[in-house]
């Protein structure tokens, strides 16, 4: 079993930078794809980036290629998503979450995820 929890949103100005980070408990968190998702009002969940366990591969969605990295640290339990030149569409409720199992690569998918942190609010500012 693992436990999610997020940190570092808040409000910023269009162009500006938050790092987000999510910290879990659980022996086999260094196993799992952890992945950040986000969800806007009236939309529905998004994946945005993940990282395999090893933190070799990654994979963003288009829209935050070249703009948010994400990065883990399986000593501490982290994973974190530096977010740089922030637009108002990225504003949204950020959700840090964890995937066990057998996987090849980062799933985007949704339900491949199960285990999900409360979420933390991004907003930008125009």
């Known amino acids: 079993q693992v436990q999610l929890v997020e940190s570092g949103g808040g409000l910023v100005q269009a162009g500006g930078s938050l790092r987000l980070s999510c910290a879990a408990s659980g022996r086999t968190f260094s196993s799992y794809v952890m992945g950040w998702f986000r969800q806007a009002p009236g939309k529905e969940r998004e994946f945005v980036a993940g990282?395999?366990?090893?933190?070799?591969?990654?994979r963003y969605v288009d829209s935050v290629k070249g703009r948010f990295t994400i990065s883990r640290d399986n000593a501490k339990n982290t994973v974190n998503l530096q977010m740089n030149s922030l637009k108002p569409e990225d504003t949204a409720v950020y959700y840090c979450?964890?995937?066990?199992?057998?996987?090849?690569?980062?799933?985007?998918?949704?339900?491949?995820?199960?285990?999900w942190g409360q979420g933390t609010q991004v907003t930008v500012s125009s």
């Open positions: 979450a964890g995937a066990s199992g057998m996987l090849v690569g980062v799933p985007s998918q949704l339900t491949t995820y199960n285990y």
């Open positions: 990282i395999t366990w090893n933190g070799v591969t990654t």
